[in-house]
Structures are given as structure tokens and as C-alpha cells.
């Protein structure tokens, strides 16, 4: 009998891909299934990508390997991108690599950092990817919590009482997902200094930046961040290329490096025509974000009102791509909320838990959803 490796062990399959293929067998029941728990833009790239894309794929040239540092072109575009949205400098010939996806990054830089039985700092309420990535290099998750009362922002004092002699990497995600909180440059100057006085590589994960949010702000903009800390960044949501598979990490060249011997010996370079269509896309101007952000912005106001009649208290401070939204008292599981939901009405919205424990008692709706299926969910009730 062929057996599987005890790292798997860790880690159970991920809460989307278990959950939506419930979602399916409702749908092939002939259940007509609101899909409000998934982050994935369903509005489309612009006209200049979709061209960019076409026009590459006649070149002859670009169909062979790529590099595994990307074109030079699409390392000057994120590089211009990072000038001109946050005053951020950097070289595009070795602070930039890009990936196929930020979610990439996050395996890529663990392996280039962590030893086994090393620690890792991670959000609670955050992404789950940080915690089954860390237990299959086999790195100790230890969670800081992130709590309403606090702003969704960590607690300093709470972090000074942990034991922080073995912690490698800290992970951090502003705008927060889930919750939309926005963060400041004053809390990433707290923690660039946290991350110097213990000598900790902190990793802002940023790909929520530019939805609904009037100042987009990335942690490289504290002075000397470089020092101590990677930024990941995405165009899945920025620019609705989600399954384009485009992302990036920033930082200085020694970090850069290490990730890169890892990136190399497990994938080749992406697409040339898609590296083409991502360099377009960092070209968009303001209006382009102003565009999607008045559809983003009507959709919240529905998204709201839904909740709401759920009975739900928004954070109305929130941005990004989701609405965050505390329970109504005397629900005791999320989880079992949303089935009820799910089951009884057909709307499939996420719930709070499986972003950790501090998740427990919120939900969380996707703005990837047409207007008139948002009104159709309110209706519903």
C-alpha cells in the first residue's frame, strides 16, 4: 500500500474546494445557487490587456520557456506601478519577481526561510494559506490575535509576551482580509520596528489595495522596511485577472535572491502572452480604478442591505473585495448559519470561522457578485 507523506497530515483540503463542490451538487439538484463566498472578480480586464494578449500570442517568439524573473518590461511596469500609486522606489533588475499569483509567493518564500520547528507569527482572524503552509514546511503556527475593539490591528503588548526567539516570519495582510480593515503607515511603522528588534522577516500580503479604498498604501513606504520585509501584490483583484495567475514580491535583493532559488528549481517562467497583457494592465490609469470602484461601491450597498436583514452588524469601515459582518446575538456557529442559508434559501456566503477562531460569530460576503443577483438574495427573504 502506497502511503502518503506525514506532512499531509497537517493539513486538511481547502475550505473552497470542499465546500463548492456542495455547491455544485446543489446546482446539478437544479438549485439555483447565489454564489456571494468567493473572491473572484467576475468583471472583466480591460480592453488593452485583452489586446495585449491577442497581439502576443501572434509573436513566434513567445511561445518557448520564459525567464523565471518574468520580461524585462513587466518588471519595469510593476516597478512604475509601485512609483506611481506609492511613491515606492525600486529596482525592477532585483527588487521585483515576479509569480504566478501572490499565493505562490507565500510557498515560496516559507521554503526559502523556514527550518523545520522554526516559528511563524499569523494573523487571526487571515488567510488560511499562511497556516497549511506553514505546517507543510513544517514550521510552528503561532497566532497573534487581531480583534474588532482593537481595529482588526494587532496588539503590541500581546506580541512583547509571546516567545519570540524562534519566530521567522511574521505575516500581515493590509487591507485586511477578512475583515476590510485598512491599516496605517503609523501601524506598519510599529511593526517594521517590531520586526527589527527581533529580527523577524515580515510579509505584508497587498492585493486588496485598490478596492474601495481612497488611500492605498504599501508597507515598503516606511523607511527602512526593505530591511526586514517583503510585500506581495496581485492583479487578480486589482485588475480582474484572477485566473491569469499574476502577482509579485517586492523587496531587497539578498530576500529577493533566496526566494528566486526556490521559484526556479519548481516552475518555469509564466506566459509570454500574459506577461504581455499584465504590463498593459499596470498601465491603466485613475479612471480605471474609478470605474470598477462605483460598481464595487453600489454592490456593497446591496451587500449591506442583505446582511443587514440578516439580522447582521456590518463593519462599515471595511474595503476591499468583501463585507464583514458580526452575527446577530445568540448564533453560536457560523458555520451552521450559513448552511441553514445555504440549504434553505441557496445563497452561499463564507463564514467567519474559517479564517480562525477570532472568525467565530462573523460572516463574510464576496462583491463578486451583479447587482441584480444581490437584489435577488435580498428578495429571497
Known amino acids: 500500500m502506497i502511503t502518503t507523506a506525514k506532512r499531509l497530515d497537517t493539513v486538511e483540503e481547502y475550505y473552497f474546494s470542499s465546500k463548492l463542490r456542495e455547491v455544485r451538487q446543489l446546482q446539478s439538484e437544479g438549485k439555483s445557487i447565489i454564489n456571494m463566498g468567493i473572491g473572484s472578480p467576475d468583471l472583466s480586464p480591460s480592453k488593452a490587456v485583452i489586446e495585449a494578449v491577442a497581439a502576443a500570442i501572434l509573436d513566434e517568439n513567445g511561445h518557448g520557456y520564459q525567464s523565471y524573473q518574468g520580461l524585462p518590461e513587466l518588471r519595469k511596469g510593476m516597478a512604475d506601478f509601485y512609483q506611481n500609486q506609492f511613491g515606492v522606489e525600486l529596482n525592477p533588475n532585483n527588487e521585483i519577481l515576479p509569480l504566478m499569483g501572490s499565493k505562490e509567493g507565500i510557498m515560496h518564500i516559507s521554503l526559502a526561510f523556514l527550518n523545520e520547528g522554526d516559528h511563524v507569527l499569523i494573523p487571526n482572524p487571515g488567510y488560511p494559506t499562511y497556516t497549511s503552509v506553514t505546517n507543510l514546511v513544517g514550521a510552528v503556527p503561532v497566532y497573534y490575535d487581531l480583534k474588532e475593539a482593537n481595529a482588526w490591528e494587532p496588539d503590541f503588548e500581546a506580541l512583547e509576551k509571546l516567545e519570540l526567539k524562534k519566530v521567522k516570519i511574521m505575516w500581515l495582510g493590509y487591507p485586511h482580509m477578512p475583515t476590510g480593515a485598512r491599516g496605517s503607515l503609523a501601524l506598519f511603522e510599529k511593526l517594521v520596528a517590531f520586526a527589527k528588534k527581533h529580527n523577524i522577516l515580515l510579509v505584508n500580503d497587498n492585493p486588496y489595495s485598490f478596492v474601495l479604498n481612497d488611500n492605498p498604501m504599501s508597507l515598503l513606504q516606511v523607511e527602512g522596511a526593505k530591511e ?147 437584489q435577488e438574495a435580498i428578495d429571497r427573504f
Open 228 to 374: 526586514v520585509a517583503l510585500e506581495l501584490n496581485s492583479l487578480s483583484k486589482t485588475f480582474n485577472m484572477a485566473g491569469w495567475r499574476v502577482g509579485m514580491v517586492l523587496g531587497k535583493p539578498e530576500i529577493i535572491d533566496a526566494v528566486l532559488k526556490v521559484k526556479s528549481n519548481m516552475d518555469s517562467g509564466m506566459f509570454y502572452g500574459i506577461q504581455k497583457g499584465a504590463v498593459a494592465a499596470l498601465n491603466c490609469d485613475k479612471s480605471w480604478f474609478e470605474d470598477q470602484n462605483k460598481i464595487y461601491r453600489r454592490r456593497r450597498e446591496l451587500t449591506e442591505k442583505l446582511a443587514e436583514k440578516l439580522g447582521c452588524e456590518v463593519y462599515k469601515e471595511g474595503v476591499g473585495l468583501f463585507v464583514w459582518a458580526k452575527l446577530p446575538e445568540g448564533i453560536e456557529s457560523a458555520e451552521k448559519f450559513i448552511d441553514e442559508i445555504l440549504y434553505e434559501k441557496h445563497i452561499f456566503i463564507t463564514p467567519g470561522t474559517i479564517f480562525g477562531s477570532n472568525g467565530e460569530g462573523y460572516i463574510r460576503f464576496s462583491l463578486c457578485v451583479k447587482e441584480e443577483k444581490v
